[in-house]
């Protein structure tokens, strides 16, 4: 059983930082990539940033120089170090993850997301 745990969402006021960590374990043959999503209250979910599994870093504009993601590969985990949040960086912030898993059957590639961690940011 593959899953995906998030932690480390909260209540902040504007201007401070928070780190959400994703963790991913199970039959885990490879990590493709890695990304958080957001979604806030009435709108879509949203790409926030994604690290290949070569280390490439993408972020959503509105994120850039504030926001940074970060993978150890040694552990399957990725984390969110967010500052100078502000109140539209309010959401549910989940982590999915691009995996190649053992099965029954072999190996097979799918996505897999987290359960999503809300994040508050007071103005």
């Known amino acids: 059983q593959v899953q995906l745990v998030e932690s480390g969402g909260g209540l902040v006021q504007a201007g401070g930082s928070l780190r959400l960590s994703c963790a991913a374990s199970g039959s885990i043959v490879s990590i493709n990539a890695m990304a958080w999503y957001r979604q806030a209250p009435g709108k879509q979910r949203e790409l926030v940033a994604i690290i290949t599994s070569g280390g490439s870093t993408n972020y959503e504009d509105s994120v850039k120089g504030r926001f940074t993601a970060s993978r150890d590969t040694s552990k399957n985990t990725l984390d969110l170090q967010m500052n100078s949040l502000k109140p539209e960086d309010t959401a549910v912030y989940y982590c999915?993850?691009?995996?190649?898993?053992?099965?029954?059957?072999?190996?097979?590639?799918?996505?897999?997301w987290g359960q999503g961690t809300q994040v508050t940011v007071s103005s």
């Open positions: 999915t993850a691009d995996l190649t898993v053992y099965t029954g059957r072999g190996a097979t590639r799918r996505d897999y």
